[in-house]
């Protein structure tokens, strides 16, 4: 094999990645996280072929860092994708930008899963190269398309047999970055237009690589590398995603440390988990909060986060019990998540509806009623920790009217700055203000 055999451009990065996985793979049984046999091989063939494009034997920061997270990412995107196939219903199995990934070979996969592997000629035809080599059988049903992920790769592999109303897996690993804005944009896009209800969808999340990207930004052996970033979506994966009718779930440190070991974080773990929902009536919920202000006209707030909205402040309240007031159960519910048993009520400001995924429901449409509270300006008292978990409470906190028309997160009603200048100005409504039905989220821009 010659030097212009090898993966060229956006594929030459491949080949750190086989290095990485290399290195894993060879720690001993107990204390690896994956074994990919065939990642040395790669590695074996690139060196014979041009020793200097391997970066090999590095020991900076930013590549003890950067190895840490690729091989933590190899880690739980097997763990996705055999998930998917295994419990999720997903019989079809697509990576994007597959690289030199042998997933199709050494994992175990139930019967009727089909996997498409879709990149560039050259890295393809490199990987075919040095798998017939290894005599590599795949243990699944697996296709391969050499396609530029910023054309018309759709039709390519829907051509190949590929079924858009079947429920699939997709992942996304380490690619956006290489793309500029719209074209990341079109491809998830696309993405969401193949997934039928059900569909899966693994990938990066940029924003929690930040100091990854940074520390790789100052490493000169990364240059050829970096010198191909484009910057991907140029906004935040997750909400990106839930305007474009996903359910979106951010895996956090605490998630990664309890399934791979603490030792194994560096820096975050940066993945998005989504998931393609169904359609349909929505079960409905009865709920009722209350709008709770200060003397100074603060106004208490919860920080919540969902699947459908993201992270979002809330006002406390809750679910009504079978056969409960609106105001007592907002009463309830307040208690139950600050301990304030001397909160004085007054009359039902507003109503709205609007739309949420519910931890073990799914997604519900939920009705509320919001009523006048007044209360003096103090954290929750008591030991609220079980009931900040069952709630999916983050943290709490009292707003300025100021400081609240520059929160960045949702709020739960969106309209809630315009409804607290309305009330200073006119007071409570004679009846209650019926906001109706508000969506999540507007329409995406696609310009």
């Given amino acids: 094999m010659t030097e212009d055999q090898l993966p060229q451009g956006v594929g030459r990065t491949a080949l750190g990645v086989a290095m990485v996985r290399a290195v894993e793979s060879a720690r001993p049984a107990s204390d690896r996280l994956f074994d990919d046999p065939y990642a040395a091989a790669f590695v074996r063939a690139a060196v014979a072929a041009a020793p200097a494009q391997v970066p090999r034997g590095r020991s900076s920061e930013a590549w003890r860092v950067m190895s840490a997270h690729l091989v933590l990412r190899t880690a739980f995107f097997d763990d996705c994708l055999q998930g998917a196939a295994r419990t999720g219903g997903c019989t079809q199995v697509v990576l994007l930008a597959a690289g030199l990934d042998a997933r199709a070979f050494r994992l175990d996969w139930p019967d009727g899963v089909r996997l498409f592997e879709l990149d560039l000629p050259d890295t393809l035809a ?30 390519a592999l829907t051509g190949a047999g590929f079924d858009p109303e079947a429920r699939t897996a997709w992942l996304v690993e380490g690619l956006l970055i290489y793309l500029e804005p719209a074209d990341a944009a079109a491809l998830l896009e696309q993405v969401g237009a193949l997934s039928a209800p059900g569909s899966r969808l693994s990938l990066v999340h940029g924003r929690e690589l930040r100091r990854t990207l940074e520390l790789s930004a100052s490493e000169p052996s990364m240059s050829a590398a970096i010198s191909l970033w484009r910057g991907g979506l140029g906004q935040d994966a997750a909400q990106w995603l839930r305007r474009d009718g996903w359910l979106v779930h951010e895996i956090d440190k605490d998630d990664l440390a309890d399934r791979y070991g603490a030792d194994r974080l560096t820096h975050g773990g940066g993945f998005l988990v989504a998931e393609r929902p169904g359609t349909g009536e929505r079960p409905r919920r009865a709920a009722a909060r209350l709008l709770v202000l200060d003397p100074d006209d603060h106004v208490f707030l919860q920080l919540h986060h969902d699947a459908e909205v993201g992270p979002h402040w809330v006002l406390p309240g809750g679910g009504l019990e079978p056969g409960e007031e609106p105001l007592a159960g907002a009463l309830r519910e307040t208690t139950e998540e600050t301990g304030w048993t001397d909160v004085t009520t007054g009359p039902a400001l507003w109503t709205w509806e609007h739309d949420y995924h519910r931890s073990g429901e799914g997604l519900v449409r939920q009705h509320e009623v919001i009523f006048l509270a007044r209360a003096p300006r103090r954290d929750p008292v008591g030991d609220l920790t079980d009931s900040f978990a069952a709630d999916g409470i983050l943290r709490c906190r009292w707003f300025s009217p100021a400081e609240l028309a520059e929160v960045g997160e949702v709020l739960w009603p969106p309209q809630l700055v315009a409804l607290l200048e309305a009330l200073r100005r006119d007071g409570p409504p004679a009846q209650p203000i019926d906001l109706a039905y508000v969506p999540n989220h507007q329409e995406l821009d696609r310009g």
């Fill in 126 to 155: 490199f990987k075919e190269r040095v798998l017939a080599a290894e005599h590599a059988e795949p243990r699944v049903p697996r296709t391969i398309l050499a396609v530029d992920l910023r054309e018309d790769w759709a039709a």
